[in-house]
């Protein structure tokens, strides 16, 4: 079955400090992928995606590439801010079925 | 403005009462879908419907109960059966046939007292 697997947090940094969240999945067939951040409280949102090998899904300053040789989809941002505090979940989806498969969450703290 | 709306925000039962969760949704989508969330465990699919009047079991259904009347609603039932179901709920929607991804909704926080 899929499956994914992030990288364990919680992971806590400076503002404008670097950030990378490992994400790495594993697929019968060729999912999209999917990165979607909670704020406390709140429900999940659509932070970004990818739909075949190679795709680089970007918003709000944050990254992801499509890496089908090594199955990943690593979540990057190159300055964090305060408000980027959050639970960040990787995801996987089948086509046909829509079904999303989730990772467990990284909880991400920026400290002034 | 078009989106998911999951009621109440907070509920609270009695151990032995089933409860139903509300999800409505004015997107036009197609499939929903409800969530569990647990602490450190993610999220896991309790039932899903891609179209009206048929749904299928999720990875984590015993205890748990759906219908689809409507294309919008897609209600949740937490019944008695339910061993621990104090936990988040969260109920998505999306459109079949493409990587539109899932809106989620606010989500509803169940505490068995």
């Known amino acids: 079955g899929n499956s994914v697997t992030q990288m364990e947090g919680p992971v806590t940094l400076s503002e404008e400090a670097f950030l990378t969240i490992n994400c790495t999945y594993t697929?019968?067939?060729?999912?999209?992928l999917f990165w979607y951040v909670q704020y406390p409280g709140e429900g999940l949102q659509l932070l970004l995606k990818?739909?075949?090998?190679?795709d680089k899904g970007s918003n709000k300053g944050f990254e992801a590439t499509y890496r089908k040789e090594t199955t990943s989809f690593h979540l990057e941002k190159g300055s964090v801010q305060v408000s980027d505090s959050a639970v960040y979940f990787c995801?996987?989806?089948?086509?046909?079925?829509?079904?999303?498969?989730f990772g467990t969450g990284t909880r991400l703290t920026i400290i002034p | 403005d078009g989106g998911i709306t999951q009621s109440p925000k907070y509920l609270f039962r009695k151990e032995g009462q089933n409860v139903t969760l509300s999800c409505e949704q004015n997107?036009?989508?197609?499939?929903m879908y409800w969530y569990r969330q647990d602490p450190g465990q993610g999220l896991r699919l309790i039932y899903y419907?891609?179209?009206?009047?048929?749904?299928q079991k999720g990875d984590i259904a015993e205890g748990y109960s759906v219908s689809r009347e409507k294309k919008e609603s897609f209600p949740l039932t937490v019944t008695s059966a339910q061993k621990n179901p104090t936990a988040f709920y969260l109920c998505?929607?999306?459109?079949?046939?493409?990587?539109?991804?899932?809106?989620f909704g606010s989500g509803t926080r169940l505490t068995v007292v």
């Open positions: 998505a929607s999306t459109i079949r046939g493409n990587d539109y991804g899932y809106t």
């Open positions: 697929a019968t067939g060729y999912p999209s």
């Open positions: 990818a739909t075949k090998a190679d």
């Open positions: 995801a996987l989806s089948d086509r046909g079925n829509e079904k999303l498969t």
């Open positions: 997107l036009n989508h197609d499939a």
């Open positions: 419907s891609q179209i009206v009047n048929d749904f």
